[in-house]
Structure formats: C-alpha cells, structure tokens
C-alpha cells in the first residue's frame, strides 16, 4: 500500500530554538511551534480559538541559521514530515512522541527588533543608523542533509 508523509505548518515559535549538538557532530535545533485555529460559535456567536502545540526537529546548517536567526514569537511556515520518536524512561518504561522533521523553514514577516536596534530606530537618536533589511528565507535540506536551494537563497 502507498504512503505519503508530508506535514505544513504556519505558526509562531514558543520559545527560542535549542541548538545542540549530535555524537556525530551535526547541529540539531529543536523547536516548539503554536499554531492556532480561530472560528466563530454558531451557538453563541462568539469567537473561538484553539492553540495546538507541535515539536518540531531541524537538523544540520538549517539547524544553525534557526539558532541564529530565530527567536520566540517569531513567525514561521515549517514543511516537512512527521516522525516518531522512541526511548525508555530511567525507570525502563517506553516513551513515545510525535514530532515534525523540517525540510524547509520559511521566515515569515519582519524579524523581531533587538534591544539595540530599538533605539536605532526610533526618530528622536541622533546616531541613528538605518537598520539592515530583516533576513527572509526558504532554505530546505534534502535527503543527504544538503541545502536544498541555492546560495543566493540564504539569509545573509
């Protein structure tokens, strides 16, 4: 019988990406997304939301430029797939989760400002310098864990 195991999410970070390292010495960042449904109460007209949490696993140099560029509340489109994660507890029980593989991560909307570019910004400093451009990127991983695009594609 066929499968097909594709995953697309839009929603905003949870907390800021945890970077750390494999024994094989590839970066894994893991990250926790929010994606919400709004809908209004036929019964009551009222607006209803629900929030579902999703796990998500990136891994190799899209890994890196999640730990670089993103950050908690910043908005993002993730595609890639689920997978099951398997381990026993100290106590020897099986522990199981679902979570998503990113292929590819799309920066969504402006980067959150810094603490030092708020003041940048703001029209009354008379040191103010322009602010760079917020860094917008699709960059995807293939199979082989090779960026899937081409340089130019990079947000830096």
């Given at each position: 019988?066929a499968?097909?195991?594709k995953v697309?999410?839009?929603?905003n970070?949870?907390?800021?990406p945890e970077?750390r390292?494999a024994p094989?010495?590839?970066?894994?960042?893991?990250?926790?997304?929010?994606?919400s449904?709004?809908?209004?109460d036929?019964?009551?007209?009222?607006p209803?939301?629900?929030?579902?949490?999703?796990?998500v696993v990136?891994?190799?140099?899209?890994?890196?430029?999640c730990g670089?560029?993103?950050?908690k509340?910043?908005?993002?489109?993730?595609?890639?797939?689920?997978?099951?994660?398997?381990?026993?507890?100290p106590?020897?029980?099986?522990?199981?989760k679902?979570r998503?593989?990113a292929?590819?991560?799309?920066f969504?909307?402006?980067?959150?400002?810094?603490q030092?570019?708020?003041?940048?910004?703001?029209?009354?400093s008379?040191?103010?310098?322009?602010?760079?451009?917020?860094?917008?990127?699709?960059?995807?991983?293939?199979?082989?864990?090779?960026?899937?695009?081409?340089?130019e594609?990079?947000?830096?």
């Amino acid at each position: 019988m066929a499968s097909f195991n594709k995953v697309i999410l839009m929603g905003n970070l949870t907390r800021d990406p945890e970077i750390r390292q494999a024994p094989s010495g590839t970066k894994v960042a893991d990250l926790g997304l929010a994606v919400s449904e709004t809908w209004r109460d036929k019964a009551t007209g009222q607006p209803r939301e629900v929030t579902c949490f999703v796990d998500v696993v990136v891994w190799d140099k899209l890994a890196e430029l999640c730990g670089q560029y993103l950050a908690k509340g910043r908005p993002i489109l993730v595609e890639g797939r689920l997978q099951m994660d398997e381990w026993k507890n100290p106590q020897g029980e099986k522990r199981t989760k679902l979570r998503v593989r990113a292929d590819t991560i799309k920066f969504v909307g402006p980067a959150p400002q810094r603490q030092g570019e708020a003041a940048a910004s703001h029209p009354a400093s008379s040191s103010a310098m322009p602010s760079a451009p917020a860094p917008s990127a699709s960059v995807g991983m293939d199979a082989g864990g090779d960026l899937a695009q081409d340089d130019e594609q990079l947000p830096f």
